[in-house]
């Protein structure tokens, strides 16, 4: 099984920075791409930024010049760096990653989410 830990969330002032980490743990072959998603109340979840193994990212429009995600292969964590924080930025934030597993020529596919960590921003 593969764990998704987060951590880094908290209250901020808008303005303001967080940075949030998730690192995988557990039966890993290989991850694939990470990402982070948010969800606010009574809304969707929706993707915040997304990055591949070999470094390519994809940002959300909302948080393009914002937000960087970056991430550690070696130590199969993902970063999301958040810099001038608005309160529209306030939901739960939740960790993703395609992990790959082999065993002999089988290859085994699975998407894993962290538990969530809250992000407050207020005004």
């Known amino acids: 099984q593969v764990q998704l830990v987060e951590s880094g969330g908290g209250l901020v002032q808008a303005g303001g920075s967080l940075r949030l980490s998730c690192a995988a743990s557990?039966?890993?072959?290989?991850?694939?791409?990470m990402g982070w998603y948010r969800q606010a109340p009574e809304k969707q979840r929706e993707l915040v930024a997304s990055?591949?193994?070999?470094?390519?990212?994809n940002y959300a429009d909302s948080v393009k010049g914002r937000f960087t995600i970056s991430r550690d292969n070696a130590k199969n964590t993902v970063y999301l760096q958040m810099n001038i924080l608005k309160p529209e930025d306030t939901a739960v934030y939740y960790c993703n990653a395609d992990v790959i597993n082999y065993s002999g020529t089988y290859v085994y596919t699975g998407n894993y989410w962290g538990q969530g960590t809250q992000v407050t921003v207020s005004s």
């Open positions: 557990g039966r890993i072959g290989r991850v694939n791409a």
């Open positions: 990055i591949t193994d070999g470094g390519s990212t």
